[in-house]
């Protein structure tokens, strides 16, 4: 399984809508956290410099926060690049 590659945002946050109802985010400066049940990450990027219309993210970020909020499987059915 490998971990190279990007996702666009909007499929992410799309992925949450989705597996992880309820789940809060919240902007900052150079990264979003993500907060869903008793969990928070707070690694996720908000993309390169410049007009972040719809950014990017690398692979890597999106598998390390579905596996600490636990919904891999559903993620993996959501985006295929997961699997």
Known sequence: MS???TIAL?????MLEHCAPG??????T???IVKYLNHTFHRLPV????ARRDPEIQVGHVKQMVRL???MDC???QI???R
């Open 10 to 14: 909007s499929k992410i946050w799309a």
């Open 23 to 28: 789940h809060r985010r919240e902007q900052r």
């Open 3 to 5: 971990s190279s590659g």
């Open 80 to 82: 295929d690049r997961l």
């Open 30 to 32: 150079h990264n979003w």
């Open 47 to 50: 993309g390169e410099h410049g």
């Open 75 to 77: 993620a993996k059915s």
């Open 69 to 71: 909020f636990e919904i």
